[in-house]
């Protein structure tokens, strides 16, 4: 009697742990996915951001962005023509940008906002969450995964994220932040699927934070993967040229 | 045998039980959110935030293609944006005998980049100035200035070697208006009033990856006209320099390492810059000049070059023997830069001064009979380099960015900790348009007895400036 007991315990944990490891890879493959939509490599776009002050005013950017990979990226600020000429240089955890009124390149941090949005620089910079977060299933429903990423390093911008993707194309339709206290910060909002080229992704990205209510709308205008850029491109020597 | 099975058992199943509970618990704190999501309507107003509830919308099915698959991105060949702007600032006399006087000045700065190809980019950045002041004697001034800030061409024959030659102007220093490690562009900014953008002519040939540049740099005309151009007349082949330039970012920290030959001297400057912790940035910086211009000398210069009678340039020159040879100057710079919240940003930096005056050499100087005519125009304008005196400050800024609506506020601070002397800097900004941008600022001293700043061209001023953008 104990035996089978025991057997069926044995049977039990090791069908376990043979579910969960052989959910890992379709989670990794479905992350790689999102990520290599969102920030191919070698890719360059032009973006369109728009924020939402509490007190009802509306700031809006267009921004060119040139990406070797999730840790190399520059960025040049379009408009409005107050900011033009503004650009931003990413290399792995390191973020600078260049102020053309002064001639001047400034360090900045990670988690500081992007262009006084509620987007971070991490969520528009660094799309490499298979790198700083470990990943669990937390819901599979008929159309959608939910999936739960906690932060492993402390690089990370954020403790906790929780993401909805759609079974049918890969999708994201959702995004929740947390920090470390388990406080939901912010809510992110996909919509407008396109493609551009061989990419498919949600050219529409709404951000709202839920500690201020204030709202930030990203739009993808045009995304071309697979470009030729240069390494002086992302040579801190070279922003303002 | 079988009560200890039993035992072990009962162990592994609760130990079981305790652990998918507590998952379940971790997984279950917000199940009101583990419910399908809805795609984001593209026809929704994200801003109309009375509406909570997201309607659903169906992936079309014919996705809309907005690049062709391998197409290139073409950058264009001509880029190119400016301002122009109206200024005025109002200065009030404390003297009672003396008028309140007044300064306008109308720039337009245009600024040009072409890449007629990939390998040669050419580049452009020109100030046209219409200044017009009231003095004390209510009578107007006017002048027109055009100055070259920057011009030149840069070659790029393979992708980790630039050439460039003309006139540029690069900062890589990370302190906030003053930069002891940096002597080739001398000249910072302080709020709100007009920007210093002079670059310098050199002929550059840079090795850059994305974590290295190495700089070896020529320059050739230290003076320049009063558009900026090299003064051919003034250049004299002794005063040629010679700089090299290291930057590195080296496990997130940038470093900055400059060595040169420059006002016939040697001169070398290092820094670094990093976050230490999460929104706090560290920077540093080093300074060493083997023989220093002292502030008398420049003063001097001033007076020679302005004019003045051979009588008070002969006295001035009788105090050089109360002064030190400047040899083997030391400056420093140690800051710290914290961001609060995103909105709010505090900055605070401890400046020692290496060429500073000394006690001794700031009473003799201050009591020199004419040191008002001495410092008239001299310190005219303050900027970033003439404003240390003494040796010892500490420098405090506060950024306060789009605190309310669009506005931006800007609280400066630099105080002598030898005399208690201070300058304060007050600016707000309102963001009116995409173009358009309004700035106020009131600088203003405070000098107490035997203060450094007793030199001050006004107590205080009040600027306004109109920015339009395009």
């Given at each position: 009697m104990i035996n089978k007991i025991l057997t069926i315990i044995i049977i039990f944990l090791c069908s376990t742990f043979s579910l969960l490891s052989a959910e890992e890879p379709e989670l990794e493959n479905i992350l790689r996915f999102i990520e290599q939509n969102l920030a191919p490599e070698n890719f360059i776009g032009e973006y369109n951001f728009k924020n939402l002050r509490s007190d009802g005013t509306i700031s809006e950017y267009k921004i060119r962005i040139q990406g070797r990979n999730a840790d190399t990226v520059h960025l040049y600020f379009l408009e409005p023509a107050r900011e033009k000429g503004r650009e931003m240089l990413r290399l792995d955890e390191s973020i600078w940008t260049f102020i053309p009124s002064v001639g001047r390149v400034v360090r900045v941090e990670d988690r500081e906002s992007f262009a006084g949005g509620d987007f971070a620089n991490a969520d528009v910079l660094r799309v490499d969450w298979l790198d700083q977060y470990d990943t669990t299933l937390l819901k599979e429903t008929e159309n959608q995964w939910i999936i739960e990423l906690t932060a492993s390093t402390n690089e990370a911008a954020y403790a906790r994220m929780r993401l909805w993707v759609d079974k049918k194309n890969g999708m994201l339709i959702q995004q929740y932040f947390y920090d470390s206290n388990g406080t939901h910060l912010k809510t992110c909002l996909y919509g407008a699927v396109k493609s551009f080229g061989t990419i498919i992704r949600p050219a529409r990205m709404v951000m709202k934070?839920?500690?201020?209510?204030q709202v930030s709308e990203m739009r993808v205008l045009a995304l071309h993967a697979g470009q030729n850029i240069p390494d002086s491109r992302f040579s801190l020597s070279n922003l303002g040229k | 045998m079988n009560w200890q099975l039993k035992s072990l058992f009962i162990t592994i199943l609760f130990s079981c039980l305790q652990i998918i509970g507590a998952q379940e618990q971790s997984k279950s704190s917000d199940t009101e959110d583990l419910e399908e999501a809805d795609l984001l309507d593209d026809m929704e107003d994200p801003f109309n935030t009375d509406s909570d509830k997201e309607t659903v919308s169906e992936i079309p099915d014919n996705q809309e293609s907005t690049a062709q698959e391998g197409s290139e991105y073409k950058e264009p060949i001509i880029q190119f944006r400016g301002n122009t702007s109206a200024q005025f600032s109002f200065i009030p006399q404390s003297d009672s005998n003396s008028r309140d006087t007044g300064r306008g000045t109308a720039t337009l700065n245009l600024v040009m980049q072409a890449k007629p190809w990939s390998l040669l980019r050419l580049f452009c950045d020109i100030t046209g100035k219409y200044k017009l002041s009231a003095d004390s004697e209510n009578a107007l001034n006017t002048g027109f200035e055009i100055v070259c800030n920057q011009v030149g061409l840069s070659l790029r024959p393979v992708d980790q070697l630039n050439i460039t030659l003309g006139k540029e102007r690069r900062i890589f220093a990370p302190g906030l208006f003053v930069y002891p490690s940096e002597f080739i562009m001398i000249e910072g900014n302080l709020p709100g009033l007009e920007n210093q953008l002079l670059g310098i002519w050199l002929l550059r040939c840079s090795y850059e990856t994305p974590w290295l540049t190495i700089d070896t740099m020529l320059l050739p005309f230290t003076r320049v006209d009063e558009y900026g151009l090299p003064d051919l007349e003034a250049f004299?082949?002794?005063?040629i320099g010679v700089a090299g330039r290291l930057l590195w970012v080296l496990n997130g920290i940038d470093i900055g390492i400059t060595i040169g030959y420059l006002d016939t001297t040697l001169k070398a400057g290092c820094s670094f810059s990093t976050y230490i912790v999460s929104r706090l940035e560290l920077h540093g910086e080093l300074g060493y000049t083997l023989e220093d211009e002292h502030l008398l000398d420049i003063a001097l210069n001033y007076l020679l070059e302005s004019g003045a009678s051979a009588l008070l340039i002969a006295s001035l020159q009788s105090l050089q023997s109360d002064f030190q040879q400047r040899e083997h100057v030391l400056s420093a710079l140690l800051g710290l830069r914290w961001q609060i919240i995103d909105e709010i940003m505090i900055s605070l930096e401890g400046y020692y001064n290496g060429n500073g005056l000394t006690a001794h050499e700031f009473e003799v100087f201050s009591a020199f009979p004419s040191i008002d005519v001495v410092s008239q125009g001299f310190f005219n304008v303050p900027n970033s380099s003439n404003i240390f005196i003494r040796r010892v400050f500490v420098i405090g800024q506060a950024n306060f960015q789009e605190i309310y609506d669009l506005f931006n506020i800007q609280l400066t601070a630099i105080i002598g900790l030898e005399d208690g002397a201070c300058l304060g800097l007050v600016r707000s900004e309102w963001l009116a348009s995409s173009h358009s941008t309004l700035s106020i600022t009131i600088m203003g001293f405070y000098n107490p007895p035997e203060g450094q700043y007793f030199m001050r061209p006004y107590d205080w001023q009040l600027t306004g400036a109109w920015k339009i953008s395009f």
């Open positions: 934070n839920m500690i201020t209510g | 004299n082949p002794d005063e």
